[in-house]
């Protein structure tokens, strides 16, 4: 790595006059900041901040532009792109003591909430209300940086993503200004979408102070239901055709032998080592049933086994907890490995063929890697578990993922459904949208932060 | 209005070897296109062409940019905010021609089209796939033009927006590049949103050449039903609580006793002037039933009549044109005359409370203006009928739509829930965002239109 000039005093200074003890500069305190789930080598920052308020966002950001030092916005560093990863060095300002729900409003669905609140913490939060917030990628993150990644998870099939589910934003800009995206109202057509513009821009426009997103009400009734099948094709046509008629199923979820075998050793959850579908159907009792009434005759034509149903309310909880650790359970099956996981998302009536051919590419490499996908949305998975020291296996998990964003362009997929482009698929970026669209994306950014000072080096080379 | 330069010799020649007749400098043709369906003074362009490709389309901006001509792109010239007036002259760059339905895809439940294709003319194309299209705005618009507005409509409140189905979008920006915003997967989070920054960007950004839009199955089933109310907030109240209560309806409208007397005389539908409710319901059999079911109860509770059923799709259909054409009869109640029309949109559990507070309002000032609106999404129309020359009754219209957006923003609302900026609302936009909001919008138009060539005037001053 190449010598970075320090911190200026005249910086640190002021922080710690702003701070007091919410700023450090120890070795370890950075050496935390400067890794999360990615392959990538740790980039820690230089120091590290705590942030509790707006005002003190505005004081830091406005200080990091009067110094020229580089900002790395942080929530619970469940990136899996190497987002808060400090490439320059710089600050890295943590906001999980913004953790803070300001509002709830049940009788229009939505909740504004600062960035460091939890997606678990917020639905803690509603318990009472007969509302739920469904965005639910595996990590406990951050609403902050869930709305940074534009990030998604099981339930998006039937509620969508974060892009459908943030309401308005209130962000700092590079130049320290407070920009309000917009109102509480539903809908509108107000000017520019800006909200739409953070929700995705990976923190290199402006730190999230606060979120309005949208709730749900609680389904009167929930079924949900694991069923295996003789292989994996067969598995992905009963989605597809899930799919195609118009089920408003609300969750759907691959998980391919290997996989299970990974839920089994951490989960204890004794499912037999093929390929599943995991289920959840949410609705009146009547819709419920109409809808189990067609995804189960699809799954016995499609060769499936009985419908395993999650009996009780805990049950279904053990489930759906189960599917969200299967990351750190994968990880459990090479000890000390770390992930290379790919993220594609085509459209349904090509995903049948991509899951197939990856299947087939991944057997052929000899990699040990589960596939899991939320493929009622054309989107999964392949973690593919390596020794991160052993160059080789790195090349050899990235020449298949390569191969795998090939595939899913050519399909007219996208390389990353739900985990944001970040350090790792900057390239694959420019395949899939063309120069013309990443030079608009840079003229967006030099215009906003002239000075490449928030989260440089993510998305796109300035 | 100040003289302006006319068009440079060699930039309508090359105009004219590149479009031959399908460029014209008739007044005729030239006033036709400089006025669109708001009060504002007709402001003509100094020329017009039609195109018909994405090269023609290239070739014009080029043109423009070359010769700092201003460029205005115009659909079905449907707006209510003025976006297709040429305020500074210049070109208007008619797309109506470019109007072929390029791709349907029913597996994906997608379509991609040129931007001239109407919302009518897709769903014409579309009759035997058993999808269809649902957003619909008043208006027979065009795709691209719906793109502009980020259109909506009375199916909004189940099916969203603009904002939520469109899945990509290919734009010729200010320089002439052509620039491919999205792939075709359902979900995806590879850099910043660039088919959101475009879209409700009102022209001002780019030209929209093409657009893939979501589809949705046909319901299996659909009913249809209009239900009288003693005043305006016994049936508002209805809706807030058949929101509340998480019916997936599919539409939901207010029509005020006006805009009934407006439909009778039009459409002949016979209703009893009184305040009334439009529903639909779609799903399967049960779940229409069963949501019929708890609406209807809602209804009676809140002192509703009985509910008078469309009994079969001829019927239904013409419900929905005679609730479509309300603009159109509501001019009829004052031969002559030109629409003021408010387009507020306000959290659900304010909507009674502003509906109340307004029609109040209408009543003290004596001005003839039904009210309707796509109330489930909270968003609700005011349409006086102004005699466009009488600066007073303008004046007074103006100041009632002042007062109505105040009430709005101080309930947390929009000042334009589907309708846009265009000229018309650009005091409100600030009002609404703030000053570092707008700051941050015209920020990014100057980046991308630095010579403020695409659509000048629109949304704020450059």
Excluded at 352 to 359: N, Y
């Amino acid at each position: 790595m190449p010598q970075r000039p320090p911190l200026p005093p005249a910086f640190l200074g002021a922080l710690e006059t702003l701070l007091g003890p919410r700023l450090s500069t120890s070795p370890a305190v950075c050496a935390h900041h400067g890794r999360d789930e990615s392959i990538f080598a740790a980039m820690p920052p230089d120091a590290v901040v705590h942030a509790r308020t707006q005002d003190e966002v505005v004081a830091i950001v406005r200080l990091c532009r009067d110094h020229g030092v580089p900002l790395v916005p942080y929530g619970a560093g469940s990136s899996l792109e190497g987002h808060t990863l400090a490439t320059q060095g710089g600050l890295t300002l943590n906001l999980q003591q913004m953790d803070r729900v300001i509002a709830i409003h049940p009788e229009d669905q939505t909740a504004t909430v600062q960035p460091g609140v939890t997606r678990k913490a917020l639905n803690a939060e509603l318990r009472d209300t007969g509302l739920f917030f469904p965005i639910d990628p595996g990590a406990d993150a951050t609403i902050g940086g869930m709305c940074a990644t534009r990030a998604s998870g099981t339930n998006a099939v039937r509620y969508g993503t974060m892009r459908e589910n943030v309401l308005n934003l209130t962000v700092v800009t590079a130049d320290g200004e407070v920009v309000r995206t917009g109102q509480r109202a539903r809908k509108s057509a107000a000017g520019y979408d800006l909200t739409r513009l953070f929700v995705g821009s990976e923190g290199t426009l402006g730190v999230v102070v606060e979120a309005t997103v949208r709730l749900y009400p609680l389904p009167e009734s929930v079924m949900a239901a694991v069923c295996a099948f003789p292989d994996i094709g067969a598995a992905v046509q009963v989605v597809v055709q899930t799919i195609q008629l118009g089920v408003p199923i609300a969750r759907c979820e691959f998980v391919d032998a290997t996989a299970i075998r990974a839920l089994n050793g951490y989960s204890r959850t004794g499912l037999p080592e093929q390929p599943h579908l995991f289920f959840e159907f949410h609705g009146s009792e009547a819709g419920v049933k109409e809808q189990v009434a067609i995804v189960q005759a699809l799954a016995q034509d499609g060769g499936g086994a009985q419908f395993q149903w999650a009996s009780s309310p805990e049950e279904r909880t053990r489930l759906w907890e189960a599917r969200h650790n299967v990351y750190f359970a994968a990880l459990q099956l090479r000890p000390g490995c770390r992930s290379v996981v790919t993220d594609v998302c085509v459209p349904i009536s090509r995903l049948a063929e991509c899951v197939g051919q990856t299947a087939q590419d991944l057997q052929q490499s000899g990699m040990l890697g589960p596939i899991v996908g939320h493929v009622g949305d054309g989107n999964f998975h392949v973690q593919m578990l390596v020794d991160a020291a052993d160059h080789q296996e790195v090349e050899q998990a990235e020449a298949l993922n390569a191969r795998l964003v090939r595939r899913a362009l050519a399909m007219e997929g996208t390389c990353t459904g739900e985990h944001g482009v970040g350090l790792h698929k900057q390239g694959f970026l420019l395949d899939e949208l063309g120069a013309s669209s990443v030079a608009l994306m840079r003229q967006i950014k030099h215009a906003m932060d002239p000075h490449n000072l928030m989260n440089p080096g993510k998305v796109f080379a300035f």
